[in-house]
């Protein structure tokens, strides 16, 4: 039988409005960890560019934003995108063997240069993952958080990262 | 913790420069458009006041005495929340403004953005904008002059929440009996307004 029964409520697309704060205040509250983030993920040179193009794609994104409960986590997923990004980009470049590789490269953390780079070549999640960890000293129940994945995923992540540079820093 | 953990957690990480990244996200967002709302906010003879722009032109003026949080949140919430603190995009604005106080200036020249008033209150308040330097008038006179001669108690509410005081010359509006009214600003903001313009005497 088609047709609604009497008790049946019409359906009715009700239209939420979500309070989002003024977007200035997330760069106050988030421009300071997500630059940390960016430059443990791909070394301060790449970090200043991805920072601005994340906050630039969360603005052009921000009006059309349906939930607003963990912008911090929408803006670390943003970030992580932008990591990504720079990392192909760079990966791309070394294949291709272009001039300027060696500043790139010299310019990352000249402390402990093989290991960063070995960072970035991560893949994203484990990147994203290992950086919350022990850059910024985060239980994995936060890392989740931050990444929006469960507690389990933050930890399988972490660690399939850490097994990864290990194998790197041993080749 | 073995020797790769410990190596990540001696990361040197650089400091953001947190100014710099600001100029540059003002630059590209006016550049592509997403800077929806440019706020600033300069000293004057009234207090610090807070000057909100679009690309439209001027949407409000904030006293001090208002939390700029609620006044940024409920401008997101009713204009946009694309928001930042951008002077350069509120310098004509500053600019007439301290012409103003300063004497030089009698009316104002920028744009306006009248979205944050609805209804009668618009009437009300471009009947206001057009009251001279100088000159004041009663509620009564406002109420007439926005179509509804009786309707002064709405005129005096719509006077009470003009977002663009100052500019919009609300406190111009003074009782028939010789009573300065109210102001939104407080009744001592009102003083000092209309004696600048030589309404009152001073020290009155």
Redesign the interface.
């Known amino acids: 039988m088609t047709g609604r029964g009497p008790h049946e409520r019409p359906s009715r697309r009700v239209l939420v409005r979500v309070r989002l704060p003024p977007f200035q205040t997330l760069i106050d509250a988030h421009a300071s960890e997500l630059h940390r983030f960016l430059s443990a993920s791909v070394g301060p040179t790449e970090a200043d560019d991805c920072l601005q193009e994340t906050f630039i794609s969360a603005l052009r994104a921000y009006p059309r934003l349906r939930d607003a409960s963990n912008l911090r986590a929408w803006l670390y997923t943003i970030a992580q995108r932008k990591a990504t990004d720079a990392a192909r980009r760079w990966k791309r470049q070394r294949a291709e063997g272009l001039e300027g590789i060696e500043l790139a490269v010299a310019a990352h953390d000249v402390a402990d240069e093989s290991l960063w780079l070995a960072v970035r070549g991560l893949p994203p999640k484990q990147r994203a993952a290992v950086v919350h960890r022990f850059v910024f000293d985060l239980a994995f129940r936060e890392i989740g958080q931050r990444m929006a994945i469960t507690e389990e995923a933050a930890r399988q992540n972490v660690h399939a990262g850490i097994r990864r540079l290990r194998l790197e820093m041993d080749r | 913790m073995?020797d790769?953990?410990r190596?990540?957690?001696?990361?040197?990480?650089?400091?953001?420069n947190?100014a710099g990244?600001?100029a540059?996200?003002r630059e590209?967002?006016t550049r592509?458009g997403?800077l929806d709302?440019a706020y600033a906010t300069a000293d004057s003879p009234l207090g610090p006041l807070t000057v909100f722009v679009t690309p439209t032109g001027l949407l409000r003026i904030r006293y001090q005495d208002e939390p700029l949080?609620a006044t940024?949140?409920e401008?997101?919430?009713r204009v946009?929340?694309?928001?930042?603190?951008a002077p350069e995009r509120t310098d004509v604005v500053r600019r007439e403004l301290e012409e103003y106080f300063a004497g030089r200036r009698r009316s104002f020249d920028v744009p306006l953005d009248w979205r944050l008033v609805r209804g009668f209150a618009i009437n009300v308040l471009r009947a206001t904008s057009h009251i001279p330097f100088g000159a004041v008038t009663t509620y009564g006179a406002v109420a007439t002059e926005a179509g509804s001669p009786r309707a002064y108690r709405a005129a005096g509410n719509a006077l009470g929440s003009n977002p663009i005081p100052i500019v919009v010359p609300c406190h111009r509006v003074v009782h028939s009996g010789g009573g300065l009214g109210g102001y939104t600003g407080g009744i001592g903001r009102k003083k000092i307004l209309l004696e600048l313009e030589g309404s009152l005497p001073a020290g009155r």
Do not use: C
């Open positions: 073995n790769i953990e190596r990540l957690a001696a990361a040197a990480v650089p400091s953001l947190v990244l600001n540059r996200l590209r967002a592509d997403l709302v949080e940024l949140q401008t997101a919430d946009s929340p694309r928001i930042l603190e």
